[in-house]
């Protein structure tokens, strides 16, 4: 791994008005300079060199106007879907977003209507059902099951808590909370039940870079092609360079129909995306990037390995199996508290503020996501703080 990436680099994310960092108090009740964020799916590293250099050209430049070149963002998506995940993509099929939590609204409002249900496997990104809510739609949660540390699908329940009403699902891939990279057999079997219920299948694939080593994300679109009528796929460098805050997406909708339905609702939302998300992602879908992606991922590999240790020594605790993401999924049913507790022995005694596991829906009590997008050295800090806070359980 080359040292000029700096992954261990800590800097002050506080005097950068990062979220991560700074809103602990309006977002928690929590405040003190000890905390240590681990919630957001937002890493810690300083971008690399490449992507800042990318920023400066535009600003030298001094033409910060109205941008129309989206071609080059296309162009760019094409190429890394090809080259990282063998998915060979038309320019044609890409919409751009401002943001994937746009597009998801977006896509809620094309495909159903008011009063219709939409479906998600939980626990799950919360996002998900607060755009469902926020929209007048109703969520029907399909409970995952746990087997051997892990979650997986439990479709001989799923038939069964159809409501008749649901005309979507949404899908999270990999998997956030849990870090599931789902295999082309378990996303088959999602297509086939979306077709058995008549469901448009949205694809949410903006941690598909990140892939622990000795697993394979695989998009949807290429484990199950029969359905590409129902599918919208949903991907973005944000996650894996962490350039959230640039807000762009890429929807990419291989059926004719279907995405000319989704242009219209965002057309007439007059919502695009801005000149510096289109010259970043430009910029990190690229072999440089790729390079980069590669080093992270071993990094990330080493803090899921020191995290795991930890979590092993804490009794009641236990990490699920981390295979696709940074964010670590923690089962602490096993020490007796609720949820309650468990977050005020967490966030008071530990003083680490992971993200609570009620808020990703059915199956979520006492569980915690905790974010490893971070130095090492944090890494290590947490653990050593959570083996403090739960020492009495020893």
Known sequence: MSSDYSFDEI????????????????????AGDDLLP??????DFRAPGFLADAVRAVADGGDLGYFAHHDTYRDAVCWWARERHGWAIEPSWITPAASLG??????????TAPGDAVAIFTPVYHEFA?????????????PLAVEA????????????????????????????????VWTADELSAIADFCARH???????????????????????????????????????????FSIAGTRLGAVIIGDERLRAQFADTVSRADLYPNLFGVVLSRAAFSPEGAAWVDALVSYLAGNVAAFSAGIEAIPGASMHALEGTYLAWVDFSGTGMTDEELW?????????VPS?????????????????????????????????????LQ
């Not at 994310?13 to 009740?29: I, Y």
């Not at 681990?38 to 890493?43: E, I, T």
């Not at 746009?102 to 495909?111: D, G, L, M, S, Y």
């Open 11 to 30: 800097f002050d994310r506080v005097a950068t008005r990062s979220s991560k960092w700074t809103l602990l108090e309006s977002g928690f009740g929590l």
């Open 198 to 240: 008549d469901l448009v299948l949205i694809s949410d694939e903006v941690h598909n870079d990140l892939v622990m080593p000795g697993f394979r994300h695989v998009p949807t679109a290429l484990a199950a092609p029969e359905v590409t009528s129902r599918l919208v796929t949903m991907t973005s460098a944000s996650k894996t």
């Open 130 to 142: 607060i755009k469902i809510d926020k929209n007048g739609r109703t969520v029907t949660e399909l």
């Open 344 to 352: 005020a022995r967490v966030t008071g005694k530990a003083r680490v």
């Open 356 to 392: 609570p596991g009620p808020q990703f829906g059915t199956g979520g009590a006492q569980g915690l996501r905790f974010n490893l997008g971070t130095q090492r050295a944090r890494v290590e800090e947490a653990v050593a703080r959570l083996k403090g806070a739960f020492a009495d």
């Open 102 to 111: 746009n597009a998801i609204a977006f896509a809620i409002q094309t495909w």
């Open 38 to 43: 681990m919630w957001v799916a937002d890493m």
């Open 149 to 180: 540390g892990r979650f997986v699908l439990d479709f001989a329940r799923y038939d069964g808590l159809m409501t008749g009403r649901e005309k979507m699902l949404i899908l999270s891939s990999p998997h956030n909370p849990g870090g599931r």
